[in-house]
């Protein structure tokens, strides 16, 4: 950056002071907690990530404190500050202290190298009052080394385009201060802090634009003198922290007016106090008029203690002059004179040291949240519209953490858009952003154990060199797009999914109630006890099972015809079907009942997809016979022919109703369900039962039923945590192979192995096993395929299947090297604290859906792609605004996925039709709210009749089919086939009896006619 560039930024921020004071009426902050509470289960387009470029003349920084990281702390004539001789009083000799720190006394030219990196427009750092006057006082004779010093910072700041904003007091105050007077009880430093400022307003005002006071007041007083937390680590009573603050207001004050009496007509810079703060939201969510007074109570305890003086009515809040009354300094008309609207802008703190250390003393029984947006709100509303600066804001790592800090990245993606929402949805009027903190330094109470620096500083080393973070790199991005550009992501795309597209709903196994087929006739509380009892020698007459009969099965007809789906995904109950695990016990109701299922289903012209093994995920049984499971469940080879069994007699007894087959429900997640033993081995024995399954219907049923057969992966994205990191992006890929690769490789793999060997398990997640056998962190291997395996397995798959719900945030689990005992892929998951989540806590992450989409094509050529399953909760009964969002997003990837991508995707299935209990995934409440139809319904109507998002009038409509409609008769046919039979006889019969008669008549005729000749010859 120039310094014409920096020029130029500084022009554009003081246009945006001179703004101020143009907004709503003040003393309006308790309206935030009115709105409604984020993750409350709704969506708010305007809660949504926003892709959205900051304001032109938005500024970026990054900052910094003297005590923190200069270090040097005796050096070069610095006097020694309350701070230095709390960490020494405090912890000892064997304590940490910031003697060194991270050298930046020394290493300041390579802090201007770090900002240049990030491409800042300004760096934010403290004077060292005592490096300056070791002493206190200005009026004695400044420290020559200390004003040289900063002196040629800033000239070297202002060389590489860099404005200077300086903090005049960071917490080290002077200990001879301390000595002498008492420290900041005592209002004598009222005076000597005006004459400290006014001599650094003289010193380097020509060079200094932008100039804060005091850092976060609150805790310089309430921890400072009350708590004991901070220095100098006094333990008064609550009258000493009030007077405390009180003298702090007045010192900024004094030093405000000074400034602005002798210095800005010359200078032309600006002058505000950086005020720390925490947000609370009311407890479980529940803004009562209650809990909203106490959120409010909360905040004027610690930010409007300071900021109502200054930018607000001149005095304390109310709240707090009722609640420490006769504890709380009296400010006189003169005071309040003296000290409102001492404040060229807004300037807030907002970081862990309030709310780690304030979270006990002013939650107010409510509860503390990191909701920047809703705190800059707050000011606006509260303070009358001002124009704000962060100067602030951050969290901390792990001191464990070193250079890849991964979750300090998420949170200042979150942090940074909060910004961008307050100024884009809400008009907060927000000037620049300060990322805290440039280096990894001192922190506090913390001493060296977390670290909260873009810059990585071994604190062991002493040249204590700065390596930049990837959090360093990701603000770096964020500053060169100047936010979070718009990109394909947020993209609404128009166009149509292909005809004959499954617009489907997936369910679980159906609930089976068999038919009341008794001909007793029965009375009821004959003898007053309640009871049925049938009535001796009566027998009704029953007609013969049909399937409208069962009402569970019309009801759920019923609702799929209300949604406009043309496909319905349901599971068979393997236990239920047979009870024994083998053909020796056949529930033929059960069949019947799935037979009516399916036969009703295509008399509307609903497709079924049934799936054959449903696992229930939980003990003891895993959805299997009892018998099956007790002899191991997949472990045991059996199992695949004791599947197969089941298999063919499914195929048999359904199959003229079912065009479409689902083995295996997530044959992923249920190998992990035997995580404790063999996974691998029993995800094998899985596998193999999809193959002969398959092979089965292929061999002896797909010629006369010609319908696909395929298992449905759980296929949730992997996404690299850190996009800055490698081995992430390895990690992310591993947990693909591992999830999904390893079950789709063995059929679909065989594209790229030679034709006749077939398909086997990834190379990459074999030789990743073998590692870590090497290093004793795992026994375990991948099963090996027979030739005779791989040949009938491979293209055992006539499509994908896919259940997609949400996306991973994925990072290499090992630490600094060193190996963990943990997963077998090794991979640690992570969520985007910017995504929107549901109730259950499933984040939405449409984008996701695409890139497994292309995951897929990319790696097995171009096979069809069914979503199975895809769905979210959402509790609402009836305005389900969550799910219209999934709804409406998630299918607008699957379209790019189909139009920009081109990927072969068939179908898409919304889970689920109906909830059980509670408002969760239906579409449909459950029956005890009436079954009725939610929101969602309509939207998921609308998309379907329009084949997707034409563009207006650009919609076109597919044709029926006539393979559909003789469909539809062969099965009319199978399903009467004995009637067929039987009249098909009676047909033969009676041609044949009708042939004989005719003929008989033919002759009797030819008879008579003979007959006739014979007489009439005889009378000639």
Aim: with cysteine; hydrophobic share 40%.
């Amino acid at each position: 950056m120039t310094r014409s560039s920096s020029a130029h930024a500084a022009l554009a921020l003081l246009a945006l002071l001179r703004c101020a004071g143009l907004g709503a009426p003040a003393g309006r902050g308790r309206e935030v907690w009115r709105w409604p509470a984020p993750g409350s289960g709704s969506v708010n387009e305007t809660e949504l990530f926003l892709h959205a470029t900051f304001p032109p003349g938005f500024l970026w920084g990054t900052g910094s404190s003297a005590f923190q990281t200069e270090g040097a702390w005796d050096q070069e004539g610095k006097g020694p500050s309350i701070w230095d001789n709390f960490t020494r009083s405090r912890a000892g000799s064997a304590g940490p202290t910031a003697d060194t720190a991270s050298a930046s006394y020394q290493r300041w030219k390579e802090d201007v190298a770090a900002l240049k990196l990030l491409g800042v427009h300004y760096y934010s750092f403290s004077l060292s009052w005592p490096r300056l006057f070791p002493d206190g006082d200005a009026p004695g004779t400044p420290n020559p080394a200390g004003v040289a010093h900063y002196s040629r910072l800033i000239d070297h700041l202002r060389r590489e385009g860099i404005e200077p904003v300086v903090t005049l007091y960071h917490w080290d105050l002077p200990l001879a201060l301390q000595e002498q007077y008492g420290g900041w009880l005592n209002d004598t430093l009222v005076d000597v802090f005006d004459r400290y400022a006014a001599f650094c307003f003289r010193t380097y005002g020509e060079r200094v634009r932008y100039w804060v006071t005091i850092h976060n007041p609150y805790l310089v007083a309430w921890h400072g003198y009350r708590t004991g937390l901070h220095a100098p680590g006094e333990t008064e009573s609550p009258a000493a922290a009030f007077a405390v603050a009180h003298n702090l207001i007045k010192a900024h004050a004094k030093a405000w007016h000074t400034y602005d009496r002798w210095f800005r007509a010359r200078q032309r810079g600006r002058v505000s106090i950086a005020l720390g703060t925490h947000w609370m939201e009311p407890l479980r969510g529940q803004a009562s008029q209650a809990n909203v007074d106490r959120c409010q109570e909360s905040l004027e305890a610690v930010l409007g203690w300071f900021a109502e003086p200054i930018h607000g009515t001149g005095t304390y809040p109310a709240s707090l002059r009722q609640s420490r009354s006769g504890l709380l300094p009296e400010l006189t008309d003169a005071e309040k004179q003296q000290i409102r609207g001492t404040a060229d802008f807004f300037a807030l703190s907002f970081g862990p040291n309030n709310l780690r250390l304030g979270r006990i003393l002013s939650r107010f029984g409510q509860q503390v949240s990191l909701d920047l947006r809703r705190l800059l709100n707050w000011i606006r509303l509260e303070y009358d519209d001002p124009a704000v600066f962060v100067a602030e804001n951050g969290w901390f790592s792990d001191a464990a953490v070193g250079t890849e800090d991964t979750v300090a990245i998420y949170l200042m993606k979150k942090f940074i858009n909060q910004v961008l929402q307050a100024i884009i949805h809400d008009g907060v009027r927000v000037i620049g952003y300060t990322a805290w903190s440039l280096v990894d330094g001192f922190e506090w109470n913390y001493g060296y154990g977390v670290r909260r620096g873009l810059f990585y500083v071994d604190f062991g080393e002493p040249s204590r060199s700065r390596l930049p973070k990837t959090s360093a790199f990701f603000y770096k991005q964020v500053i060169s797009n100047h936010g979070f550009p718009d990109g394909d992501k947020s993209l609404e795309v128009r166009g149509q999914f292909p005809c004959g597209f499954h617009w489907g709903v997936s369910d679980s196994t159906l609930p089976f109630s068999p038919q009341f087929t008794d001909p007793k006739l029965y009375r009821w509380n004959l003898t007053g006890d309640g009871a049925l009892r049938p009535v001796p020698g009566v027998q009704l007459e029953t007609r013969a099972a049909q399937c409208t009969d069962f009402l569970a099965i019309q009801k759920h007809v019923r609702l799929l015809e209300a949604a406009g789906v043309d496909h319905y995904r349901f599971a068979l109950n393997w236990t239920l079907i047979l009870p024994r695990g083998d053909l020796s016990v056949i529930n033929t109701e059960a069949l019947r009942y799935y037979r009516c299922m399916a036969q009703e289903l295509q008399k509307r012209s609903i497709k079924s997809m049934v799936t054959l093994y449903y696992p229930t995920h939980h003990a003891p049984l895993l959805g299997l016979p009892a018998s099956v499971h007790s002899g191991g469940g997949w472990l045991n080879r059996s199992t695949v022919e004791a599947f197969r069994e089941y298999a063919e007699l499914c195929f048999r007894e359904l199959g003229p109703w079912v065009p479409f087959w689902i083995t295996v429900n997530e044959p992923n997640r249920l190998s992990q369900a035997y995580d404790g033993s063999d996974p691998y081995l029993a995800a094998h024995h899985l596998i193999l039962a999809h193959v002969a399954a398959w092979r089965l219907y292929d061999r002896e049923f797909r010629r006369q039923q010609g319908a696909l057969v395929s298992f449905s992966l759980h296929a949730d994205w992997a996404e690299a945590a850190n996009p800055f990191v490698e081995s992430h992006r390895v990690a992310a890929e591993r947990f693909l192979l591992f999830e999904l690769a390893c079950f789709l490789d063995p059929l679909l793999g065989a594209w790229r192995a030679a034709a006749e060997e077939g398909g086997d398990y990834p190379e990459e997640v074999r030789e990743h096993l073998q590692e870590r056998r090497r290093q004793g962190l795992s026994r375990r291997s991948l099963p090996r395929f027979t030739k005779d395996e791989k040949r009938e397995a491979r293209g055992a798959l006539d499509f994908v299947a896919v259940n997609h719900f949400t996306t991973r945030l994925v990072s290499q689990r090992r630490s600094n090297s060193t190996p963990q005992r943990g997963p077998d892929h090794d991979c640690q998951l992570l969520s985007d604290p910017t995504w929107p989540s549901s109730p259950l806590g499933q984040s939405l992450v449409p984008w996701g859906l695409r890139r497994v989409l292309r995951w897929l094509r990319k790696r097995y050529g171009d096979p069809a792609v069914i979503v199975t399953a895809t769905g979210v909760d959402d509790r609402a009964l009836r305005d389900d605004r969550l799910r219209q969002f999934y709804l409406r997003s998630y299918l607008q990837e699957a379209l790019k996925a189909h139009q920009m991508d081109g990927v072969n995707i068939k179908g898409f299935y919304l889970w689920n039709l109906q909830d059980r209990h509670h408002a969760q995934f239906g579409l449909f409440t459950s029956s005890q709210f009436q079954s009725g139809a939610k929101a969602s319904v309509a939207s998921y109507r609308e998309i379907i009749a329009n084949r997707g998002f034409p563009a207006e009038g650009r919609g076109r409509q597919c044709q029926a089919a006539d393979a559909q409609e003789g469909c539809v008769l062969c099965g009319k046919v199978l399903e009467n086939r004995a009637l067929v039979f039987f009249g098909t006889c009676l047909l033969l019969t009676f041609t044949m009896l009708t042939a004989v008669a005719v003929t008989a008549v033919k002759r009797k005729r030819k008879r008579t006619t003979a007959s006739n000749m014979r007489m009439i010859k005889l009378k000639m």
